[in-house]
């Protein structure tokens, strides 16, 4: 296997030294995900001290670890079992290694950001530029200041191409992210009203998303959601930084990569788009008008990096939504048939709850079963949280939910705002909802589990796997 890093690399990236030659292929920074040939890196955060799990991480396999001068000078001469890279400072190294990844690239790179729809967007990209390619892109979340650098050092010298998320929290933090990664192209999927606890407003929120442009260049190109409101913010914060190549998607007429028109069914999505006013046409293989939005997305990823659209839309017939972000499991019923789960659980705002529960409807009415939607509180909106949790009543209505299972203390606004239009059941935590859910389900059921990360509706999701588990049994 070709190295990722060979130590003098390392130390010529870092300023550090090594107690010995070594080579790696991979970096971690949590010892429980160290594998045989890693370099490990002792980051100290603020509840966890890496240096603590360096012997973890050697049992594990790794190859070699980066650890901070004074900790190896408070164990020189014990014994250490593996090779160490000792610098002043192991998170500046990180840093400093990530800087030296990318000095040495000559891949394209793009980075993704938004309030909703980026994890789907960059593993979309990924395996569309796949077919022209080798691909290096962000593994499931890893878009924080902790994250974005370490993929950015797993970038291997002879990569086609890279794919980075950037997520955010607050203002401020997206970039030095982007000026780190030095993007030739940054799409915004969207600005929605997610984290709003820690902005005055949801423009506030379209000015840190659009912070993805400080990294990018004047000849970069910019991705932008011809539909979204804050669009002409967006397009006006990107020119502030010199960029005039800006390439636009959505339903809007004026669209560069326009959807026309998008066929959903319970199996996946036909897509009819406008691209440059050329017509194209695709197939998605998952539903939802919001897939097909950011395969259009994609599309002008694509085109921008100078890849193949054709082939890259045929990569979308093959996709598949991942756990918690849209994936369908069917459930084997413990009394005979079976019921469709639709686990949504990853994350939520009030844009994405009215999506999920769309297709919900859909698929629904596709297998002409009830339809049961299953939502925790969605976190970070602020002070308007409980009127926009109280808002969701008319998108459960028009889309016929037939059973509301809800938990947290903002669900209970939505409880209370379907006034008896729907069967409810509001808990104050998720674990409080299983048992009557699990008795409520029948044969032909679809049942959407969505919420907030925080909201954990994790063992809602394993409850009804392990119903299904013990149906096949």
């Not at 902790?146 to 203002?171: C, K, N, Q, W």
């Not at 984290?195 to 000849?219: N, P, Q, R, W």
């Amino acid at each position: 296997m070709t190295a990722l890093w060979t130590e003098k690399a390392i130390e010529a990236a870092t300023n550090g030294r090594s107690t010995a030659p070594f080579s790696v292929s991979g970096i971690q920074i949590d010892s429980r995900a160290v594998q045989q040939g890693d370099l490990f890196i002792a980051i100290r955060g603020a509840n966890q001290d890496g240096h603590a799990y360096v012997d973890d991480a050697a049992e594990a396999g790794a190859a070699a670890a980066m650890v901070a001068t004074d900790w190896a000078d408070k164990y020189a001469g014990a014994a250490v079992p593996v090779p160490l890279h000792v610098v002043a400072d192991t998170y500046n190294a990180l840093y400093d290694l990530a800087r030296a990844a990318r000095a040495r690239t000559s891949a394209k790179i793009a980075a993704v950001t938004g309030s909703m729809g980026k994890t789907g967007t960059k593993d979309g990209l990924a395996a569309a530029l796949a077919v022209d390619g080798p691909v290096h892109a962000t593994s499931g979340n890893q878009n924080n200041m902790y994250g974005l650098p370490l993929t950015l050092a797993r970038l291997p010298a002879g990569s086609a191409y890279g794919v980075f998320e950037i997520g955010m929290d607050h203002a401020g933090e997206i970039e030095p992210l982007s000026e780190l990664l030095r993007p030739h192209l940054a799409i915004i999927t969207t600005v929605a009203p997610v984290h709003l606890e820690f902005f005055d407003s949801v423009e506030g929120i379209a000015d840190a998303k659009a912070e993805i442009f400080a990294g990018l260049g004047s000849d970069g190109i910019a991705v932008l959601p011809r539909d979204n409101e804050f669009f002409p913010r967006l397009k006006a914060k990107a020119e502030e930084r010199g960029i005039r190549n800006i390439i636009t998607f959505g339903t809007h007429r004026e669209a560069d990569f326009c959807l026309i028109d998008a066929m959903t069914t319970a199996e996946g999505t036909e897509i009819i788009a406008s691209i440059f006013g050329k017509r194209f046409t695709y197939r998605h293989g998952i539903p939802g008008i919001q897939w097909a939005t950011n395969s259009l997305a994609i599309l002008a990823g694509v085109h921008g990096l100078g890849g193949d659209l054709q082939r890259a839309s045929d990569t979308f017939s093959r996709m598949q939504a991942g756990a918690g972000r849209g994936k369908q499991t069917t459930l084997a019923l413990p009394g005979g048939g079976s019921a469709l789960l639709i686990d949504e659980s990853y994350n939520a705002n009030p844009d994405a709850v009215r999506a999920a529960l769309a297709v919900l409807d859909m698929s629904a009415g596709a297998s002409g079963g009830r339809r049961i939607a299953v939502l925790g509180d969605m976190r970070e909106l602020g002070p308007t949280a409980p009127e926009m949790h109280a808002g969701l009543a008319d998108a459960v209505t028009t889309h016929q939910v037939d059973h509301l299972f809800c938990c947290g203390p903002y669900m209970s606004h939505l409880a209370e705002a379907v006034n008896g239009q729907v069967a409810t059941l509001h808990a104050e935590k998720s674990t409080g909802l299983i048992e009557t859910l699990l008795g409520t389900v029948k044969p032909g059921d679809v049942v959407m589990v969505k919420g907030s990360l925080g909201t954990n509706m994790k063992p809602v999701v394993e409850a009804l796997l392990d119903l299904d588990a013990s149906a096949r049994q």
